[in-house]
């Protein structure tokens, strides 16, 4: 399983909105500008996770996002699969359509599932890739940021 770059700037992008939450609305504009990201990829990032009831919107000029609900009640995982769709190595173990279109019309599962050999193999690594996403909470990822800027503010310079 490979996590896109649109999960990747999603997470990033919401841990961002978590650290400069003043309870008002941050424009995306700012998010970009701060993260280094195109604004208008954020725009389609950020339809995904309003739809995903991760952030709320406003708009006009006050408007932009802010999270829906508290930091520690928003895991990774949450939001990689709000953007990227199931975690999971192969289609065989996901829910969502077989995109090989393998299966007879309207049915999702691989036809070889019940017969797979190496099934038991993808099904823990989509759990371990679930516990390991969902483990982690966008009021994690802000302490461990938080912890970071402060290690990099007691670093002395040196300087010749």
């Known amino acids: 399983m490979k996590i896109s770059t649109k999960g990747r700037y999603a997470l990033e992008a919401l841990l961002d909105l978590a650290l400069q939450d003043s309870g008002g609305f941050v ?77 007879e019309a309207g049915d999702t599962r691989c036809p070889r599932q019940e017969r797979c050999v190496t099934r038991l193999v993808w ?4 759990e371990a890739m679930d516990r390991a996403a969902d483990g982690v909470t966008l009021a994690d990822l802000m302490a461990a940021t938080r912890a970071d800027e402060a290690q990099d503010a007691t670093e002395p310079e040196y300087a010749i």
């Open 27 to 103: 424009a995306l504009h700012g998010v970009g500008t701060r993260r280094g990201l195109s604004e208008n990829y954020l725009e389609q990032i950020f339809s995904d996770l309003r739809r995903g009831n991760l952030v709320t919107s406003l708009r006009g000029q006050q408007g932009g996002y802010r999270l829906a609900r508290d930091p520690a009640r928003i895991t990774a995982g949450e939001v990689l699969r709000t953007v990227e769709g199931p975690l999971v190595p192969v289609a065989c173990v996901s829910d969502a359509p077989d995109p090989d279109g393998s299966g």
């Open 123 to 126: 099904l823990r690594m989509t």
